[in-house]
């Protein structure tokens, strides 16, 4: 594993890390402000689904090119 990859793993990890410590928070009643709920719905959520969709192109086009 060269520093590239490492360092792609270490930031997915971190990523992954925040997002489950957020959702737990949230889920467990930690935010009860209804601009956080709003957030949560829109924006937290759709940076989600963007960032996988972003790591499934990126890896779709690894194995297109073949590296």
Same mark, same amino acid.
């Given at each position: #594993?060269?520093? =590239?990859?490492? @360092?792609?793993?270490?930031? @997915? /990890?971190? $990523?992954?890390? $925040? %997002?489950? =410590?957020? &959702?737990? =928070?949230? %889920? /467990? !009643?930690? &935010?009860?402000?209804? %601009?956080?709920?709003?957030? #949560?719905?829109? !924006?937290? /959520? $759709?940076?989600?689904? $963007?960032? %996988? /969709? @972003? ?6 086009? =690894?194995?297109?090119? !073949? !590296?």
């Amino acid at each position: #594993m060269n520093n =590239k990859d490492f @360092l792609i793993c270490l930031l @997915l /990890s971190v $990523f992954v890390f $925040f %997002a489950i =410590k957020f &959702f737990w =928070k949230w %889920a /467990s !009643g930690g &935010f009860n402000n209804g %601009a956080v709920w709003e957030w #949560m719905n829109r !924006g937290f /959520s $759709f940076g989600l689904g $963007f960032f %996988a /969709s @972003l790591i499934l192109v990126i890896l779709i086009f =690894k194995l297109v090119v !073949g !590296g």
